[in-house]
């Protein structure tokens, strides 16, 4: 009886860390996050950010990006990428805030939540913003964009 308890513990464990695994999760590698896309042939989601200071930033992380819907459609469809631009109350690296800069210069980004979508070649297939209406709408607005692909 205690090594069925023991093995009980031990699958509920394993099924925990899997479920983590499995998880969508933000990068902050672009470099990373370009191959991933293009090795699972996922749409790159990159979120133009300021984490710590940005109202709109945290009303999308609150209404859509924390919620389960998301996270669990993210997991089959897309990398997500943050681009972060604190007002100086997080620390990043200087290869970070370069990474960033270059990336907002590139894609022209001048308002946050600014998120821009590659195809897993890397080119630009659309540009969204705070979407009301939770994670359905965000949904079906990503869906939008690759119905047209």
């Not at 970070?96 to 990336?103: F, I, S, V």
């Not at 009301?132 to 047209?148: L, N, Q, S, T, V």
Request: proline content about 3%.
């Amino acid at each position: 009886m205690k090594a069925f308890k023991t093995l009980s513990t031990l699958a509920i464990l394993a099924t925990i860390a899997l479920s983590n695994l499995s998880a969508a999760e933000w990068t902050a590698d672009a470099t990373a996050a370009t191959e991933k896309s293009k090795a699972e042939d996922k749409l790159l989601l990159m979120n133009f950010t300021g984490s710590d200071w940005c109202h709109w930033c945290h009303k999308i992380e609150d209404e859509i990006f924390s919620k389960t819907e998301f996270k669990e459609y993210a997991d089959q469809n897309l990398v997500l990428l943050t681009l972060d631009f604190p007002s100086g109350k997080v620390p990043q690296s200087d290869e970070l805030k370069a990474q960033n800069q270059k990336l907002q210069q590139q894609y022209g980004v001048r308002g946050f939540p600014t998120l821009i979508v590659l195809n897993a070649e890397g080119e630009q297939v659309g540009q969204l913003g705070y979407t009301r209406g939770g994670p359905a709408a965000f949904i079906a607005e990503i869906d939008k964009i690759k119905a047209a692909l």
